[in-house]
């Protein structure tokens, strides 16, 4: 049985991680998200779902207003092949939550490890970042240093790669 924000807070108190959480109507893209500006700090963010030829599958995590070029994406984060949005079965089996609700927080779900956690290195430059906590009627606000810490402690090192900006629409490396 996936987790739930309460195990999710639960987690990330027995890790000494502080985070502040809004509840709000429930948010499914970046455009409603944007309604909350003002109300939440920090940068906030989306968060893609992908699966490559070979049915590995990634989680990138950009910034909301970050281009992304899909096509060249599997060159970046060592993808076979290019990539496609992984199927909403795989989403829940996986990482335990729906469409809308997807997070790097969802990584305390994915207890065999077959999601690679890919954060775009632009994240890095923020002191805190925004994410849903498991739910998309609520947004966390977390360290962008204690996401690091909350992640390795789930077993789940993430790749830092510039997948957006100078480089990345091209696909340069």
Do not use: C, Y
Request: proline share 5%; net charge neutral.
């Amino acid at each position: 049985m996936p987790a739930t924000p309460d195990d999710l807070f639960a987690l990330l108190d027995r890790l000494g991680i502080t985070t502040t959480t809004v509840t709000h109507p429930p948010l499914f893209t970046v455009e409603q998200s944007r309604s909350l500006r003002g109300e939440i700090a920090g940068a906030h963010t989306k968060n893609l779902f992908l699966e490559d030829r070979k049915d590995r599958l990634f989680l990138v995590v950009a910034r909301e207003d970050a281009k992304i070029d899909l096509r060249h994406l599997h060159r970046r984060i060592g993808a076979s092949g290019r990539l496609s949005f992984g199927k909403a079965e795989i989403l829940q089996a996986t990482l335990g939550v729906e469409p809308g609700s997807v997070t790097p927080f969802a990584a305390v779900n994915d207890r065999e490890g077959r999601v690679s956690i890919v954060l775009d290195q632009a994240l890095l430059a923020h002191d805190s970042l925004n994410f849903h906590p498991l739910v998309n009627t609520r947004t966390t606000r977390i360290a962008t240093a204690d996401l690091l810490r909350f992640l390795e402690a789930t077993g789940h090192e993430p790749r830092v790669v510039a997948v957006s900006g100078p480089g990345a629409e091209s696909g340069q490396k």
